[in-house]
């Protein structure tokens, strides 16, 4: 069973970079089976997918947020990252990573989650 | 897209309940359930449209294709009380219904 932990801060100021990483256990982010996910929940709000990476390096974002997102990987740490540019209040959320799998899309690992408040 | 129905209702304890996922185009049988405690991070019950995830009780079902899907919950457990969402999983990128709230009457 993969486990999935995020860290990163909590309170990032506007215009600014939001950092999270995702440590894995339990499973390797070289594994071909997966896409390796982040996904946002805004505060009493539904799920908004975000992106993923795969162990080959090729990713695939959502085009609501595209221009502002990079998720990397590091095979080393095993784990991986998102980073948001220039953020505002309305990238406050509850940040989760997931396994997503490559045959079906499926999420069906997910860390805890982090929330991150965007303000000054 | 895919939109739920309904938003939120209310059930009994020993109640069965289904909720209604609907998408905008046919999407075959690649859907998901989900469910969401307070707090609590999404977890997996059904993919491709009616199997059960590893280790989901059996009151959980889910069916449909095409454009309509349902997920029925069977003699209501406490536990059960959370929120529910789909997720179309034909395409990229991946999207969700809006939820739909399970409450305690």
């Known amino acids: 069973q993969v486990q999935l932990q995020e860290s990163g801060p909590g309170l990032v100021k506007p215009s600014q970079t939001l950092s999270l990483t995702c440590n894995v256990s339990?499973?390797?982010?070289?594994?071909?089976?997966?896409?390796w996910s982040w996904i946002r929940q805004h505060p009493g709000k539904g799920l908004e997918w975000i992106g993923y990476?795969?162990?080959?390096?090729?990713?695939y974002y959502n085009p609501s947020l595209k221009s502002r997102v990079t998720i990397s990987g590091d095979t080393s740490k095993n784990q991986f990252s998102l980073k948001v540019n220039s953020v505002t209040a309305a990238d406050t959320a509850v940040y989760y990573c997931?396994?997503?799998?490559?045959?079906?899309?499926?999420?069906?690992?997910w860390g805890q989650g982090t929330l991150v408040t965007v303000s000054s | 897209q895919l939109t739920q129905s309904p938003s939120a209702l209310s059930a009994s304890v020993g109640d069965s309940v289904t909720i209604t996922c609907r998408a905008s185009?046919?999407?075959?049988?690649?859907l998901a359930w989900y469910q969401q405690q307070p707090g609590k991070a999404p977890k997996l019950l059904i993919y491709?449209?009616?199997t059960l995830q590893s280790g989901v009780p059996s009151r959980f079902s889910g069916d449909g294709s095409g454009t309509e899907f349902t997920l029925t919950i069977s003699s209501l457990q406490p536990e059960d009380f959370a929120t529910y969402y789909c997720?179309?999983?034909?395409?990229?990128?991946?999207?969700f219904g809006q939820g739909t709230r399970l409450e305690i009457k």
């Open positions: 997931a396994t997503q799998a490559v045959t079906d899309a499926r999420l069906d690992n």
């Open positions: 997720q179309h999983l034909n395409s990229y990128p991946s999207s």
């Open positions: 185009q046919a999407i075959s049988s690649f």
């Open positions: 491709a449209a009616s």
């Open positions: 990476i795969h162990y080959t390096g090729n990713t």
């Open positions: 339990g499973g390797s982010i070289s594994s071909g089976g997966y896409f």
